[in-house]
């Protein structure tokens, strides 16, 4: 069973930071993609970042590069989104996913198979 579960979401003011987690278990792939991706209200789902498992490539999204960094510990299969220099603009559900497929220049949505629950940021200004 696939499995895959996003925690480290919270209440922060503009300028902070957190670090998100996804643990991922059940995987059918021996090589990945595990994205992360938000959704603000009343707006469609957002690929921000992700990364490969064969070589820990990583793509971003523009409106996160430079703040946002992503990163991966194969043996305790988890991913890691830190959000550094944080907005009120930044506020959604943040999801991960995984897909077979890495792709550039940011993830999209569509080829995500299996996804995780999602966690709330919530930036203060």
């Known amino acids: 069973e696939v499995q895959l579960q996003a925690s480290g979401g919270g209440l922060v003011q503009a300028g902070g930071s957190l670090r998100l987690s996804c643990a991922a278990s059940?995987?059918?792939?021996?090589?990945?993609?595990i994205g992360w991706f938000r959704q603000a209200p009343g707006k469609g789902r957002e690929g921000i970042s992700s990364i490969s498992s064969s070589d820990g490539s990583t793509v971003y999204a523009d409106s996160v590069k430079g703040r946002f960094t992503i990163s991966s510990d194969n043996a305790k299969n988890k991913v890691y989104l830190q959000l550094n220099s944080l907005k009120p603009e930044d506020t959604a559900v943040y999801y991960c996913?995984?897909?077979?497929?890495?792709?550039?220049?940011?993830?999209?949505?569509?080829?995500?198979?299996?996804w995780g629950q999602g966690t709330q940021v919530t930036v203060s200004s």
């Open positions: 059940g995987l059918p792939w021996d090589d990945y993609a």
């Open positions: 996913a995984a897909s077979r497929w890495y792709i550039k220049p940011e993830p999209k949505p569509i080829i995500y198979e299996f």
